[in-house]
């Protein structure tokens, strides 16, 4: 069984809109949570963490985690063509020892139409 | 630049060969993670070393898969007798952690884009 899981997508949407990526994910003792971007055929690249419940803005990105719910989203505001790419949710159940290596979703791709 | 590199950015080798990439890491990260990607998926964890201990070995490793960082530096990752199966992109993440601990974030170098044919 999948331990992260991302709607498959792919999820297009206007320029200007807000883009909303979700995960969930299975493991209750997971402490921090990672979105990646990933543009096709280079490495994911590190866009926002979060470990505290409740909202983290950073410009135009906020994440959102709810740990009872086990649930984590990614909010991209004002959307940009630029924003196009595969977003990865990753999970990590903490940092000592063998349970600090992230386990990552599928990803999912997001489509700005300009 | 002082990010994650990686050599070499693409191989291409036939089934039955052994193939060895490179990682160096961000300057004074003293953690550094092998994962290993497929078309379609998200990044598979296979290996991690903290200086140069390897703690946590994936099953996905098989015999045929080593991986060194023998001055808690840069790390090796070896496959042995490559099979088509072993086609990917092989990345490697660095981070730095403290003792009295912390909130630890990843950081990738561009991969090795590996094919077997």
């Known amino acids: 069984q999948k331990e992260v899981e991302q709607n498959s997508g792919p999820l297009s949407v206007p320029e200007g809109a807000i883009a909303s990526l979700n995960c969930t994910y299975s493991?209750?003792?997971?402490?921090?949570f990672f979105w990646y971007r990933q543009y096709s055929g280079k490495s994911p690249e590190l866009i926002m963490f979060?470990?505290?419940?409740g909202d983290k803005e950073d410009g135009r990105f906020t994440a959102q985690l709810n740990k009872a719910s086990q649930y984590v989203s990614l909010l991209i505001r004002d959307s940009q063509p630029s924003d196009s790419a595969t977003y990865l949710c990753?999970?990590?159940?903490?940092?000592?020892?063998?349970?600090?290596?992230?386990?990552f979703g599928k990803g999912i791709t997001l489509s700005v139409r300009p | 630049d002082t990010g994650v590199s990686q050599d070499p950015r693409h191989k291409i080798t036939k089934r039955g060969q052994n193939v060895t990439f490179r990682c160096d890491p961000i300057?004074?990260?003293?953690?550094l993670y092998w994962y290993r990607q497929t078309l379609g998926q998200g990044p598979e964890f296979l290996t991690y070393?903290?200086?140069?201990?390897?703690?946590?070995k994936s099953r996905l490793l098989s015999d045929r898969f080593s991986a060194e960082r023998p001055k808690g530096s840069f790390s090796t990752l070896e496959i042995q007798r490559t099979e088509q199966g072993d086609s990917a992109m092989y990345l490697c993440?660095?981070?730095?952690?403290?003792?009295?601990?912390?909130?630890?974030?990843?950081?990738f170098g561009p991969g090795t884009r590996l094919l077997v044919l």
């Open positions: 993440a660095s981070s730095l952690v403290f003792p009295s601990g912390g909130l630890e974030t990843q950081y």
């Open positions: 493991d209750r003792g997971s402490q921090s």
């Open positions: 979060i470990y505290s419940n």
């Open positions: 990753a999970v990590m159940v903490s940092d000592t020892g063998a349970n600090s290596k992230l386990t």
């Open positions: 300057s004074e990260h003293n953690r």
């Open positions: 070393f903290q200086n140069e201990a390897q703690l946590e």
